[in-house]
């Protein structure tokens, strides 16, 4: 599709939609804001024009957003409207500096509880205020002030005014779930079907107020006469709060669509940009909005030509048709705004932090915003979320139950510090004396506090006559305590490190298999148990065939970091494919059946360090007639030099490659580009993993030289689209 089709197709009805819902949701904010009516308009012309063009999300949309509107409402009572003007243009240099000095990623590193606890306190905060223009009244000073007179407010005698809001806020909530046409949006229709109304029966309401002529009616920005401190305060929080609003947004619209990513950094210069000319304009500060958003991604538009197209229509109606916009009433735009405000409290973003009790920062953050001040609220909801994190990093789950008469078995799990030594002694102190306790300690730390409380446990117990085994699960911390090393040294997971290694640490004399084989039931397979599920109803479709050698120390899913039903696998001892004409029918069965069966696309013969067969090869010490002796005779290597144990290894890898092309089907599935044949070596002793080139000598080649000067290219290259992209 050319460029043109696809802006007619696509981003020209998108941007008559976003268009559509721009106008009302623009003019209810500014009037909730306390600003002029036209400040809200200019900073959706603004926002759509300047930050579409310069802006890092190409389908964003930009404008005046309700999330700023508390912040906005002070402003305005604290420095009059021209200074609020300025502080914006001024907010909108510090985010072209933080897009500027590549903090795009810093702002997202807030809490999403924190922020939406907030955007939740200002939706409340809004609605709040916003009754009471519904209902024929006015709003007060606060919050708290709102929601005590709202009683009042609802028992007293309600005129038109109030019948075109309830009707208003009917529309929105019914037509989307009743009408399913983009064209058509929710907002729209109740604006301009109520204005209607509101017209046809001659209500006595108060309507939307525009200059007579709007360019002569726009604000210029003055320095407010205010304290330096409280101006620094001002610029900084709509700065930050605009960019973070943005960012969010922008990640949420990539989550939309499947086209290209923003960049994050050009977006707050962009940002910035739009907030620096809508305040030289008189306008309010400009975001990305999510609404407007998601709506121009639902309704097709696939270029950022759809944002910039949505601002032009806006400055042509207002400039044109101002007329029309004066017949709203005042008490619609309230309604619309009441809507939106208590979309921000989302039911389903609360179910989601309980579900991680993240709630209590949330609520903290919204009724903080809502009975306090923003700035007060999201400081209180950042204190809430540092200390359910402290509570989290020291808190841990102690499980007993009895496992049979007279034997306990106690779980610890989690992080284990001297703040729990109290809870810890109280539940081990529980137990029955003289009995048999295993302790199994499921810890990624703990504290030397914590392990002298349970040292001072174990020995006091055994005194008594008990009995205590102490095994711990995926760490050490417990055994590098006794040894004096806590805190110290490195660590091997539990299933990393060998059997062998990890019953001498445990000091117990148990069946190895069935010891790992209890553990993978208890802590392995609840991970792993719906990938293997889907495996096990759809089948395997691994990409690769994986042949190895059987030596224990090479563990193939480890070394490829790859899991259930990416290796189709075989193990030999010297990872040899027979040549075809001496074919083992268990290796030939398996490459036939992974090439004509499973259309694996590579196969990879993997070599390893410190072969025994290799080594056998090398000496001639495998006898024939001999079961091994016979087996490694089908390798058909012929080692150039046999004091090269290294090489040795790599050209048995390069020869077995050979004696898979021998195979009918792997000949036809390369000659047709539906296969790869590659060899790997593993040095075991320095756990890395190379390419054998059999072009090279056969000498071994790290996968990142091979690859690295394509990666540096790309790298290279996406650093210079990002860096053009900022400056644009």
Partial sequence: MSDLTQLLRRDLPASIVVFLIAIPLSLGIAAASGAPLLAGLVAAVVGGIVAGALGGAPLQVSGPAAGLTVIVAGAVSDFGFAGTAAIVAVAGLVQILLGLTRMGRVALALSPAVVHGMLAGIGLVIALSQVHVMLGGAPQSSAWANLRDLPAQIVTHHGAAALLGVATVAILILWPRLVKISLLP?????????????AVTGADVVRVNLPDEPLAGLIRPAWPDAPVRAIVVAVMTIALVASVESLLSAVAVDRMH????????????????ANTVSGLLGGLPVTGVIVRSSTNVAAGARTRA????????IAAFVLLFAGLLETIPMAVLAAVLIVVGLRLVSLAQMKTYARHRELPTYLVTALGVVFTDLLTGVALGMVTAALMILWRLTRCEIRRVPKAPGQWLVTITGTLAFV?????????????????????????????????????????YERAGGQVRIREVHDSWFHQAKSGRLGGGKRTPRLVGSWSR?????????????????????????????????????????????????DSRLVPNLITASGPGDLFCVRNVGNIVPHSEKADSSVGAAVEYAVDVLGVTTITVCGHSGCGAVRALMSDAARRGSALGDWLSLSGVRFTDPSDEQLCCTENVTQQIVNLRTYPAVREA??????????????????????VDADLGARPVTAAETTGAKTGENAEANRDDDLTGAAA
């Fill in 502 to 550: 990890w019953q001498g640490m445990d000091h117990q004399r148990r069946d190895a298999m069935a010891a790992g084989i209890a553990e993978f039931e208890r802590s392995v397979a609840p991970l792993v148990r719906p990938h293997l599920a889907d495996l096990a109803r759809d089948g395997q479709r691994p990409e690769q065939l994986f042949i190895t050698c059987a």
């Fill in 420 to 460: 729990e030594s109290a809870r810890l002694t109280r539940e081990l102190g529980a137990l029955p004396a003289g009995e048999e306790v295993d302790v199994e300690l499921h810890l990624d730390y703990l504290d030397h506090g914590a392990f002298e409380t349970i040292r001072d446990w174990q020995e006091g």
């Fill in 306 to 313: 759809s944002a910039i197209m949505h601002g032009l229509w």
């Fill in 670 to 691: 390369e000659a047709a580009g539906r296969l790869r044949l590659t060899g790997m070596y593993f040095d075991l002793a320095e756990a890395r993993m190379y390419e």
């Fill in 186 to 198: 929710a907002a729209l229709v109740a604006v301009v079907s109520m204005t209607a109304v509101a």
């Fill in 258 to 273: 499947d086209g290209k990513r923003a960049n994050l950094n050009r977006e707050l210069v962009g940002q910035g940009a």
